[in-house]
Every structure is written in C-alpha cells, then in structure tokens.
C-alpha cells in the first residue's frame, strides 16, 4: 500500500509539473533576482544583473556582476 501511494505522489507531481512554463519562469526568476540585488547592493535603475552566485559560506552573501547601461 505505501508503494501505491507514492506512486500516486509521483504521477501527481508530474502532472504539475507539465503544466509548468519554463520560458516565463525564467524571465519571472530574473526579474526577480534583478530586483532583489538593486535592493539588497543599492543598485539603481541604470543597471542590469549578468549573473549572480551561489550563497558563499554562513554570512548568505552572493556574488553579483553587473553592467552600468549607457544614458541614452
């Protein structure tokens, strides 16, 4: 019976899983991102997050690179 449950777990997962939009939660993920490292580094407007790192160590710091965009 255990077994007939998780099976039953599984194939509910991934049914939801299927209905999930890979292309949008990625531009939703780095919109995101892009918004916490303005807020968290005091980044303005005027910049846009290339990557940012795993958390390094106890202290939950990330390593962010970013790029200053030209005034137009």
Do not use: H, N, Q
């Not at 099976?7 to 939009?21: E, K, P, Q, S, T």
């Not at 916490?36 to 990330?62: H, N, P, W």
Request: with cysteine; hydrophobic share 45%; proline share 3%.
């Amino acid at each position: 019976m255990p077994f007939t449950f998780l099976l039953g777990l599984g194939v509910f997962a991934v049914a939801i899983l299927w209905f999930v939009d890979v292309k949008k939660s990625r531009v939703e993920c780095r919109r995101y991102l892009e918004e916490e490292a303005s807020r968290v580094y005091k980044l303005d407007g005027s910049t846009e997050v290339l990557d940012i790192g795993e958390e390094a160590g106890m202290d939950g710091r990330r390593a962010v690179v970013y790029e200053t965009k030209p005034a137009e």
